[in-house]
């Protein structure tokens, strides 16, 4: 197949080229160009991209998975630390409402520096309109490419769509900047799968099995971003076990390391229930504002492109030390014994889990796998910005608490959806 004008994979031709869109097996999402809408309408969602007048600005980030949790504390870092910075955020269409809703939010100053622009990274030119691809290559100086999907249960197809063909389009964008400094890509440190061991940065391919489509497709992705690190300055972002803010305790869902959070606060304040697994493999645990503050301060370093950073905790804890710190911070006992590893897979099925947290037995699965992970090239950046991982110990207290209050809210919406006298129709594990 001849490769069609603007496109890396032999596809469909750029809209601008005259050609018809949608029929390419890369694009999932394609479609034809959406028709211009009217002033009012395009006002109220996200809105078309107005000129961008550089004097005003030193630089012009992009910015994609917004107003998903990390895409949002990032912009909320780069508004507060870089007053000169004009941030344009890619939004699903869907997601308009909420991305407005997040704008408004904003100090008037802030919202003067947050472009909405309505698209979707899995489309072709993240489905924006010619010329809104060619004013952001003109314009754009470093892209924080966040969009991903990290559910562990996601359908392949999806987790293809989004991690794969994503960050294709992306890398698209890139190659097009005229003055692009970084293509920051948050990746993950379970692109490592199933190895046990030390991992290294420039570890990429190696051989591993995968626990599920989100660990091999993002793998996938970091595969296309390190091949166009020859033309393209890019960094590859893997942050460990990410859990909430640790001075607010804020988290988007209660996933992964919440799993033990619940499961201590099911139990009764005087039993020490025993621990899944052994408990001596190493935990590696980041707290979200850290994870966006190294991003940020990665994609400013003149050291990033051309490598891949692991974002992790220097000295992490074992599974048993973070499970009789989540006791003690929940008011339960320590952890006594504990249950192989087959048998608490086993207990995970328990009707309602899933409900709070998805896909339990991944994350026991981690818990089972004895992995470290080598970090030099993010010491080397990270030391330079001055940014250091806190302990897990000096905010074990606001994750708790913020996972105690979330469980409150939920029961309480609960009450009030099923009456008092009606039976919920789903096990409450932590009832």
């Known amino acids: 197949m001849a490769k069609a004008p603007g496109c890396s994979r032999g596809c469909t031709p750029r809209p601008d080229s005259g050609a018809q869109r949608g ?36 630089s012009v980030v992009l910015i994609t998975g917004f107003p998903k949790f990390i895409a949002r504390k990032m912009l909320q870092h780069i508004l507060a630390s870089e007053p000169r910075t004009l941030v344009v955020a890619v939004v699903l269409a869907k997601s308009s409402a909420q991305a407005s809703a997040e704008r408004d939010a904003l100090t008037a100053a802030d919202r003067e520096r947050l472009v909405l622009l309505e ?39 999806t987790a293809h769509a989004v991690n794969v063909v994503g960050t294709a389009e992306v890398i698209e964008l890139a ?25 290294y940065e420039d570890d990429l391919e190696a051989g591993q099995a995968f626990r599920n489509p989100v660990e091999e497709t993002r793998m996938r992705a970091e595969v296309l971003v390190r091949r166009a690190m020859r033309h393209v300055p890019a960094a590859v972002v893997r942050p460990t076990t990410v859990v909430g803010d640790a001075t607010t305790g804020e988290i988007d869902r209660l996933d992964g390391l919440y799993l033990l959070v ?35 301060a990665i994609g400013l370093s003149r050291l990033a492109p051309g490598r891949t950073l692991h974002v992790t905790d220097p000295h992490p804890l074992s599974a048993r030390r973070v499970f009789d710190l989540i006791a003690r911070a929940s008011g339960r006992r320590a952890a006594r014994g504990h249950i192989p590893s087959n048998l608490a897979k086993a207990l995970l099925r328990t009707p309602g889990i899933e409900r709070f947290v998805r896909s339990p037995r991944a994350f026991v699965e981690q818990l089972m796998t004895p992995v470290r992970y080598d970090a030099r090239n993010a010491d080397l950046v990270l030391s330079a910005a001055g940014i250091a991982c806190p302990p897990f110990e000096s905010y074990v207290d606001v994750l708790v608490g913020a996972v105690q209050e979330r469980v409150r809210e939920r029961r309480e919406r609960q009450e009030i959806d099923i009456g008092a006298d009606a039976e919920p129709d789903i096990e409450d594990p932590l009832s």
């Not at 010329?131 to 562990?152: K, N, P, T």
């Not at 190659?175 to 991992?199: E, N, Y």
């Not at 009764?268 to 899944?276: E, K, L, Q």
């Open 23 to 58: 029929s390419c097996p890369h694009h999932p999402r394609a479609g034809p160009r959406r028709p211009q809408r009217k002033a009012a309408e395009q006002a109220h969602r996200c809105g078309k991209l107005q000129p961008m007048p550089r004097p005003g600005y030193d």
């Open 262 to 296: 619940l499961l201590i606060m099911a139990a009764p304040a005087d039993m020490a229930i025993p621990m899944p697994g052994r408990g001596d493999v190493p935990l590696n645990i980041v707290p979200i504002d850290h994870v966006v503050r190294a991003t940020h």
């Open 119 to 157: 698209g979707d990274v899995a489309a072709m030119d993240l489905g924006l309109s010619g010329a809104e691809f060619r004013q952001l290559a003109r314009e754009v100086d470093r892209i924080h490419h966040l969009a991903h999907v990290g559910h562990a249960g996601a359908d392949p197809r």
């Open 175 to 199: 190659r097009a900047c005229t003055s692009l400094q970084c293509l920051v890509h948050q990746s993950t440190a379970f692109v490592a799968g199933d190895r046990t061991g030390m991992v």
